[in-house]
């Protein structure tokens, strides 16, 4: 893989798992996405990973009329690399989990690369009472849910937002899916440095071993060489561990909210900048330097701040 000195921090905001029933921390208004990505940046983050909620309920949406609603704010507030979720909230056709990022033409977006079973479905296990009706029916569907990435669906989506200069979090929650993308690239469809964010503990996907982490490294190596960067997430009380590791084998590191509500054992975080904070006092007590966006621009060769359309 491309090693760097420089690790990059990516802070995913608010994603589509968490409910607002599990922390009053949660990012749900276009209002609190802005302070929490600004204060998220400002904290060491390169790059901000966006989905976008509904007001009202915190559910998850894809409409870009939310997106727009916080995008031009932090890109004015920040510097940070903006990443457009294509995952957007589960049970979405394509048509919406695609809308915003084809609005957007951002920098970055993300891209799950394969299909399989996504059970979230006890992450709401100690909730007495859920604040709103939607929030128990959208975890316990899981138990019977297949979150579809289908080669016909990753080819539409890296075909369109590569014709607007989009590069790609290619998101991989198990060791096939780095084949996924080995088959893109064989195709021509997807250009080098890869920026590969391997995903583990969620239930249905890698669990959340060591030694998992070591091997989807050594398949990576084995299939992109140096054309890649590694990027690891981790759910959960793995967090730490795990993107920490990620930073010693030469990888960079993903927190935020998305992926955990906590920074410390049965603490909650109060905010993304809580997390990263945290890992940049890691990396940097372990003699590691942060890359500031400008530096994670040149590493995955975005297309620049500029030239998006928002």
Known sequence: MKTSKKVIITCAITGSIHTPSMSPYLPITPEDIVRDSVAAAKAGASMLHLHARDPQTGEPKQDPKLFAQFLPAIKEQTDAI??????????????????????AQPEVASMNMGSFNF?????GDKIDAFKFDWEKPYLDMTRDFILSNTFNQIERGVTELSAMGTRFEFECYDVGHLYNVAHFVDRGLIKPPFFLQCIFGILGGIGAHQENLLHMRAIADKLFGDDYYLSVLAAGKHQMPFVTM???????VRVGLEDSLYVGKGKLAQSNADQVTKIRTILEELSLEIATPEEARAMIQTKGKDNVAF
């Open 119 to 123: 059970n979230i479905s006890a992450a």
């Open 246 to 252: 990620s930073a010693l084998l030469g990888g960079n």
């Open 82 to 103: 903006l990443n457009i979720t294509t995952g957007g909230g589960l049970g979405m056709s394509l048509d919406e989990r695609l809308a915003p990022a084809k609005w």
